[in-house]
């Protein structure tokens, strides 16, 4: 989905369940991220439902385990992973081991109360896991 698209139905408060972000462009990343926090989470409880991770240090399952929990005192919880390089043909830059099949799970049936937003710092996909 092109990410004007994207930011209009965030605006209209409807929710993807999982966002890929990636190219060159961190301005427009940045201003998405602001963008989905904004109208997806009161400030109130944020802390208490916004999960920000690093790929290189926390291994997907726990981020799924987090994007699969119920929001605490709000409709919705936000889970953002960043340098999600298991979605590029990159080497890995840490020693995490990574079981992405559980990914595939997640898409077949996502927590509708949750979005998961997967930040990737390359220019393009590995087409190959598509």
């Known amino acids: 989905m092109p990410l004007r698209t ?9 929710f993807a369940p999982v966002y890929v972000l990636y190219g060159p462009e961190t301005y427009l ?15 109130t409880y944020a802390d208490l439902n916004i999960g920000m991770y690093d790929c290189a240090q926390t291994p997907f399952e726990d981020i799924l385990l987090e994007a699969n929990t119920l929001p605490f ?9 960043s340098n999600a390089y298991f979605l590029t043909g990159a ?13 595939l799970d997640y898409l077949k049936d996502p927590t509708p109360s949750s979005s998961l937003v997967l930040d990737v710092q390359a220019d393009k ?6």
């Open 125 to 130: 996909l590995d087409e190959r896991k598509n």
């Open 73 to 81: 005192l709000s409709d919705y919880r936000l889970v953002i992973a």
């Open 29 to 43: 990343k940045e201003e998405f991220m602001a963008l989905l926090r904004k109208e997806m989470i009161d400030p």
């Open 6 to 14: 994207a930011m209009r139905e965030i605006k209209q408060k409807r």
């Open 91 to 103: 080497k890995p830059p840490s020693k995490v081991e990574h079981n992405t099949d559980g990914l």
